[in-house]
């Protein structure tokens, strides 16, 4: 069956950056494209970006921009989502979520990532 | 920046219907999904393209969008509906997706 599962737990001092993987298992990386969401305590669901088969790049969210990089490495079947620069309003749960074939909508999930930026 | 807006909560006694809104400039001529969010819990998709409901998703829970408001009904809610509830869909360029601020119903 489909499923996505992140990397540990990570906790980095103010100015690090930080790499939070997502390895996929059911279907094929390629086939589909990956996004990034976070969750910052108590808050809301916040897109960061990912790929657009549409365009062929992938796509990041303007408040993101120049900061966060998203990649894949195929063989293994893992996505990975950097992000530099942290700052403690970086303190969230990283989500990694597969697009739908057919549609905008993630239809999987990963379990979430932790992510505390503290001195 | 685009932005959704939802109503910060919402509160119905069980089996009665609970009616979530979107508001959204792109929304007359773009999709709205809806996201459910129990605690502790990755999102679960509950809508897609306004009102198709996902395999497994209950009968109860049913969408429409008419011109900038998009909205998610759950007829006859339930005490295991309690969550929060956030719409997503895309600006009108179709690149930038973004996310409601999400609704928390109390059932």
């Known amino acids: 069956q489909v499923q996505l599962i992140q990397s540990g737990a990570e906790v980095k001092k103010p100015g690090a950056s930080v790499k939070v993987s997502c390895k996929v298992s059911?279907?094929?990386?390629?086939?589909?494209?990956t996004h990034w969401v976070r969750q910052a305590p108590g808050k809301g669901l916040e897109w960061m970006g990912g790929?657009?088969?549409?365009?062929?790049?992938?796509i990041y969210a303007q408040k993101f921009q120049g900061r966060v990089t998203m990649t894949e490495d195929t063989s293994v079947g893992t996505a990975y989502m950097e992000l530099s620069s942290l700052t403690s309003e970086d303190t969230a749960v990283y989500y990694c979520?597969?697009?739908?074939?057919?549609?905008?909508?993630?239809?999987?999930w990963g379990q979430g990532t932790l992510v505390t930026v503290s001195s | 920046s685009y932005e959704l807006t939802q109503p910060p909560s919402v509160s119905v006694s069980p089996g009665q219907t609970a009616r979530i809104t979107c508001s959204g400039d792109a929304l007359p001529k773009k999709f709205a999904y809806w996201y459910q969010q129990k605690s502790g819990q990755a999102p679960v998709l509950v809508i897609y393209e306004d009102s198709k409901r996902p395999s497994g998703i209950p009968e109860r829970f049913s969408g429409s969008s008419s011109g900038t408001k998009a909205t998610l009904t759950i007829s006859g809610g339930q005490v295991e509906d309690e969550a929060d509830y956030y719409c997503?869909?895309?600006?009108?360029?179709?690149?930038?997706?973004?996310f409601g601020g999400g609704t928390k119903l109390t059932v």
């Open positions: 059911g279907y094929t990386l390629t086939d589909l494209s």
């Open positions: 979520a597969r697009r739908s074939g057919d549609g905008y909508h993630f239809d999987y």
């Open positions: 997503y869909s895309t600006d009108s360029s179709g690149n930038h997706r973004v």
């Open positions: 790929f657009d088969p549409d365009d062929g790049e992938t």
